[in-house]
Every structure is written in C-alpha cells, then in structure tokens.
Nanobody
Framework: QVQLVESGGGSVQAGGSLRLSCAWS???????MGWFRQAPGKEREGVAAISSGSSTTYYADSVKGRFTISRDNTKNTLYLELNSLKPEDTSMYYC?????????????????WGQGTQVTVSS
C-alpha cells in the first residue's frame, strides 16, 4: 500500500517562505507526483507537478516564479518550496502520486493522496 505523508506547513507572514515535504512509502517504482491545495469552500486545485525522473515540471499560473517543485527519489521525498507567499496561498496542501490521467492539475488524475499540511499566510 502506498502512503504519502506531508510535513513542513505552518504560519508565516506575507513575503515569507516555507518548504513542504512529502515522504512516500513505495519503492521500486517511481510515479509522477503533484502538489494540490484546497481552501475552505473551494475546490482542490493543482499547484505543481513533476515527472518521475524530474525532467518535466508544471506550475499553476498563480504560483509560477514563486514555488518550486522537486523530488529526491533516493530519499523517497517530494518537495515544494514556497517563496514570496501571499495571503491567498493560505490552504491545506496535499501531495499526490501515480498520475494516470492526462491532466496534471486534475485531482482525478492521481490515485494516491496524503492527509495534507496547513499553510497559513497572514498579511
């Protein structure tokens, strides 16, 4: 069974930075993975995604230039570097693995999900 565990969330002021991590339990196979976020009352949205070998990355327009996705397959860990944070970045952030659908930003494209880590940005 594949397990994903996020960490690194917290409360920061606008303009601050955080680094989220997602540790996965599977070995032997690497999956395309992604980061999503969901604010109360809003739909879950794709933030960034990365191919299994890190050769390809995708970003939502709202975070391009501020967030960076990366992974270390030797450590079974996915990362999301969040810089220049804005209050509108406040959300629960989730990592996802095993992309089977065509769209990197569609939650339905991913099979496995973590429990999430909260990011709160104050103005």
């Amino acid at each position: 069974q594949v397990q994903l565990v996020e960490s690194g969330g917290g409360s920061v002021q606008a303009g601050g930075s955080l680094r989220l991590s997602c540790a996965w339990s599977y070995s032997g196979i690497t999956y395309s993975m992604g980061w999503f976020r969901q604010a109360p009352g809003k739909e879950r949205e794709g933030v960034a995604a990365i191919s299994s070998g890190s050769s390809t990355t995708y970003y939502a327009d709202s975070v391009k230039g501020r967030f960076t996705i990366s992974r270390d397959n030797t450590k079974n860990t996915l990362y999301l570097e969040l810089n220049s944070l804005k209050p509108e970045d406040t959300s629960m952030y989730y990592c996802a693995a095993f992309k089977t659908g065509a769209s990197w930003s569609a939650p339905s494209s991913y099979k496995y999900w973590g429990q999430g880590t909260q990011v709160t940005v104050s103005s």
